[in-house]
């Protein structure tokens, strides 16, 4: 295996960059306050940026809830919990200067008294700085309702105010395409699309933003970014997980099409897929992916039947530990049919991908944690060498292995290309080699999170990894399809049934056009 050599990515000029830093003071009000991702994501990501000094010199937390929690227990208790869930140690000092800035404010979500008390709150403008970024951290049936709620108590500035108000959503926006679409109707009777941040958590991994760099900083990968050359593109987010922590309330109702494909795996292909944009500015960016999402091909019932894999998880065993099956998880009714899999072909109807199948597949209690995308490059016109291939202690001589091109996402974060180089013998044989590049061994330190870099932009006004209203419709109108055959034709399609710890239903493996081709399980 070849490595390439690392090319002083620790430079001492490279610390000369100006530093990224939210200059504008601002008060951060968060609607579930007290929920699990405050807990783990959203305070501990605050914290990170507080302690690398990225946030204004005037900065106020504010936690919402129905719990009862003076300021000082609230703190008490979210000290801990970033303690329990930052990413890296720091110096105590820093930890108590952040916590002294957060507060709590109790309130019922759907209660109008509530958001005319908070207001009267905030208006102490010596202790609250004006700008305001809330954050939407709730049961979606409470996007809108909220949403109405801070307009009507004017807690919302005009868009063309000085001071400037934000609003971010957290997913799922929406449950079909009918949902996202008066959502987004009633959000932008109240804001301004400038004003909504719509998260997709994983446009925030540094992984992920890679995928843009690497397309479009080089000149050599780009040329053969399309129906040429490539054979066909795979995007895995496989988990282990299951319904841990009462989540199957939730999940049950979502499944895995809504709660990773209709976002996160779409998200992924389209910077894989899209054409380079104008420039970097937000709609530059989201404009781009907006033609993938529309040149994505709609499945009739039939392409449902023939072209996806839904499944559900039984009963075994994930890593030595015995799991239930699906539907004798916490809070999952025990006749559930919801997908806990799901196993795509798609095809984008553009001039430059044309024919050739996007493979997306997602699952829970599978054998790894797993996010990548494989590009993988067409054979040669002709085959002049063989390969050997051996299984077990029996070897024969093959196909050669095509080329191709993997973004590991997550865990062990990378970039990696195969390609076939020959064997030294007196055999004119080759065999598959790798120039694999590796954060680990390239950056020090260890990558910043998802939320850190998407609240560190909301926070900057800077809009370009948040799903725009059109992008977010683009997707359903794939998806709502899919729902639809799913629903009025469960009999004529199949439901599969996976042994936890596995790579999934095999029916899966029989959405490649060819038997030679599989899944990366990398
Ligand atoms: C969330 C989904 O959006 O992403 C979860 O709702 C899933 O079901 C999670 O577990 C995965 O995120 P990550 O960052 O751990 O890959």
């Known amino acids: 295996m070849s490595r390439i050599i690392n090319v002083q990515h620790d430079h001492p000029e490279a610390s000369r960059l100006p530093e990224v830093r939210v200059e504008e003071d601002l008060t951060v009000v968060i609607f579930g306050g007290t929920g699990d991702l405050t807990r783990r994501k959203l305070l501990p990501a605050l914290y990170a940026l507080a302690e690398e000094r990225r946030m204004p010199e005037r900065f106020r937390v504010v936690g919402c809830g129905r719990r009862d929690y003076t300021d000082e227990s609230f703190r008490e208790e979210m000290r801990e919990e970033i303690l329990r869930f930052r990413r890296e140690e720091g110096p105590e000092d820093a930890l108590d200067a952040f916590v002294e800035r957060i507060e709590y404010f109790k309130g019922e979500l759907d209660d109008a008294e509530g958001y005319s008390r908070l207001h009267q709150r905030l208006s102490d403008a010596d202790h609250y700085p004006a700008n305001r970024v809330f954050y939407l951290s709730t049961a979606p049936n409470f996007f809108e309702p909220v949403t109405r709620h801070l ?130 500015a937000s709609d530059a960016v989201r404009n781009e992916k907006v033609k993938v999402l529309q040149s994505l091909r709609v499945p009739t019932a039939e392409d449902v039947r023939k072209n996806m894999v839904r499944a559900q998880y039984a009963a075994g065993q994930v890593k030595n530990k015995k799991v239930p099956a699906y539907v004798d998880e916490d809070r999952v009714p025990g006749d559930s049919r919801t997908e806990t899999y799901v196993a795509a072909k798609f095809y984008l109807d553009n001039w430059r991908w044309s024919g050739v199948p996007m493979l997306l597949r997602t699952g829970k209690r599978m054998a790894k944690k797993q996010t990548s995308i494989t590009v993988q490059f067409k054979k ?47 055999h004119m044989v080759v065999e598959d080699s790798e120039l694999d590049f590796r954060y680990d061994e390239n950056y020090q330190g260890t990558l910043p999170e998802a939320y850190e870099r998407l609240l560190m ?61 599989q899944w990366r399980n990398e």
């Open 380 to 426: 040669p016109p002709m085959q002049l060498f063989r390969t050997v291939q051996c299984e077990n202690d029996i070897c024969d001589l093959t196909e050669t292995q095509p080329n191709m091109l993997t973004f590991r996402i997550q865990p062990d974060e990378g970039i990696s290309l195969h390609f076939a180089t020959k064997r030294p013998s007196m």
């Open 151 to 280: 307009k009507e108590s004017g807690l919302i500035y005009a868009a063309s105010d000085e001071a400037w108000s934000r609003v971010v959503i957290e997913k799922p926006f929406g449950h079909d395409l009918e949902s996202a679409l008066s959502l987004n109707r009633e959000i932008l009777r109240l804001l301004d699309e400038s004003q909504v941040y719509r998260i997709d958590h994983y446009l925030g991994k540094e992984t992920v933003q890679n995928i843009l760099s690497f397309r479009f900083a080089n000149t050599i990968f780009e040329p053969v970014f399309n129906n040429r050359f490539v054979d066909h593109i795979q995007v895995t987010a496989s988990e282990t997980v299951g319904m841990e922590s009462g989540r199957g309330a939730y999940f049950d109702q979502a499944g895995s099409l809504r709660d990773m494909m209709q976002n996160h795996l779409t998200q992924l292909l389209c910077l894989v897929t899209m054409e380079p944009p104008s420039g970097l």
């Open 457 to 517: 932009d909301v926070m900057r006004g800077d809009a370009t990894l948040f799903t725009r209203s059109d992008e977010v419709e683009a997707a359903w109108r794939i998806m709502d399809p899919v729902l639809r055959a799913w629903k009025e034709r469960d009999d004529y399609i199949p439901l599969h049934f996976y042994a936890p710890g596995t790579w999934g239903p095999l029916a899966a493996d029989e959405l490649f056009d060819r038997e030679v081709d």
